[in-house]
């Protein structure tokens, strides 16, 4: 079975200085009546989509932005990951919505990778972190995930992902 990567937006995709030996580009998202300024390192994006293409990993958005992912991929240039939920959750109810979505990927016997800045918990890490095929990323939230992030992550699908045309 591929890995399942649950990829957060904010203080993960979206950083205020992600880095990368590059300026970050800027685009805006808008949400609930709001314009929502968005930064990210252009290489980061870069090594998602070949990640993608090699079809060894299902990327979900795991994020409060789920109900608005048709804005991501458009202003990220990346392709059409399902949503874990539709609907628009505040941050409490999305923390709780990605614990869910991560201990199913879990249940379902699918390697899980979880990248997100603030909401996987002491207890939630602890519980997930001690088990086998499971990879908790919690980059830091003004960098985002860095390099170093992405090997871990290219390095875990090598280990446990079977080669699948990305659909």
Known sequence: MRPVWLLDVDGVL????????????RGYAHAGGFRYTMRWA?????????LHRTGTVEIRWCTTWCGHADQLERLFGLPYFEPCWL????????????????????ASGH?????????ISPAAHDELSGLDRVLLIT???NRGLQPEH??????????????????
Do not use: H, Y
């Open 150 to 167: 992405l090997d871990a992550i290219e390095t875990f699908v090598m280990t446990f992902g079977t080669s699948r045309p990305a659909p």
């Open 42 to 50: 252009p290489a980061l994006l870069d090594r998602i989509r070949a």
């Open 139 to 141: 980059p830091k939230p």
């Open 111 to 119: 390697p899980l990778i979880w990248t997100d800045d603030a909401d």
């Open 87 to 106: 609907d628009d959750l505040n941050p409490r109810e999305a923390a709780t919505a990605k614990l869910a979505a991560a201990r199913q990927v879990v």
């Open 14 to 25: 979206n950083a205020n200085r992600p880095g990368w030996g590059a300026a970050p580009r």
